[in-house]
């Protein structure tokens, strides 16, 4: 059974880093691509990153250049670095992954997601 478990959230002041970790279970992800989402109340589930199994990455214009994303496929886990976090980045956030072959910002493209961990930034 697959299980993607994230950890790593909390409540950081603005300006403050964070980093999402996501370990993976039940099979191994080295060959498919993950990515991270995000859920402010009130709004929809919106990409983040994305790595594919090359180590290409992909990020939301929101987040270029203060999130980095990135695996360790012999741990089969995902990470995600938060720097120069701001208010606007409070959400739930998933580690997800999809079985697509390119890198992909729908939802409707992976298949596997985790339960989420919650990142509160104050000003």
């Known amino acids: 059974q697959v299980q993607l478990v994230e950890s790593g959230g909390g409540l950081v002041q603005a300006g403050g880093s964070l980093r999402l970790s996501c370990a993976a279970s039940g099979r191994t992800f080295s060959d498919y691509l993950m990515g991270w989402f995000r859920q402010a109340p009130g709004k929809e589930r919106d990409y983040v990153a994305a790595i594919a199994w090359s180590g290409s990455t992909y990020y939301a214009t929101s987040v270029k250049g203060r999130f980095t994303i990135s695996r360790d496929n012999a741990k089969n886990t995902l990470y995600l670095q938060m720097n120069s976090l701001m208010p606007e980045d409070t959400a739930v956030y998933y580690c997800?992954?999809?079985?697509?072959?390119?890198?992909?910002?729908?939802?409707?493209?992976?298949?596997?997601w985790g339960q989420g961990t919650q990142v509160t930034v104050s000003s």
């Open positions: 997800a992954v999809s079985t697509r072959t390119y890198i992909t910002t729908t939802l409707r493209d992976y298949a596997y």
